[in-house]
């Protein structure tokens, strides 16, 4: 049996802010949408694939990326 595949949200920089929000940096914006990006041109060249896919598999990094926010929200002072 194989291990499941790492989501790509959890390899980007998050912390809690002063606030007790969690934060991503500006950097890590931009590489999540270019990850999207690169995902929808690679499915596109793929006759199995259709826009359901690449929206199934952003709901899915979506998820991983609100659970890490979760555990990066506390409540503020």
């Given at each position: 049996?194989?291990?499941?595949?790492?989501?790509?949200?959890?390899?980007?920089p998050?912390?809690?802010?002063?606030?007790?929000?969690?934060?991503?940096?500006?950097?890590?914006?931009?590489?999540?949408?270019r990850?999207?990006?690169?995902?929808?041109r690679?499915?596109?060249d793929?006759?199995?694939c259709?826009?359901?896919?690449?929206a199934?598999?952003?709901?899915i990094e979506?998820?991983?990326l609100?659970?890490?926010a979760?555990?990066h929200?506390?409540?503020?002072?």
């Amino acid at each position: 049996m194989t291990a499941p595949l790492a989501h790509a949200a959890d390899s980007l920089p998050m912390v809690t802010a002063n606030t007790g929000q969690p934060f991503m940096p500006r950097d890590a914006v931009l590489a999540l949408l270019r990850a999207i990006a690169e995902s929808c041109r690679n499915l596109a060249d793929d006759p199995d694939c259709d826009l359901h896919t690449a929206a199934a598999a952003i709901d899915i990094e979506t998820d991983a990326l609100e659970s890490r926010a979760i555990g990066h929200t506390t409540e503020a002072a």
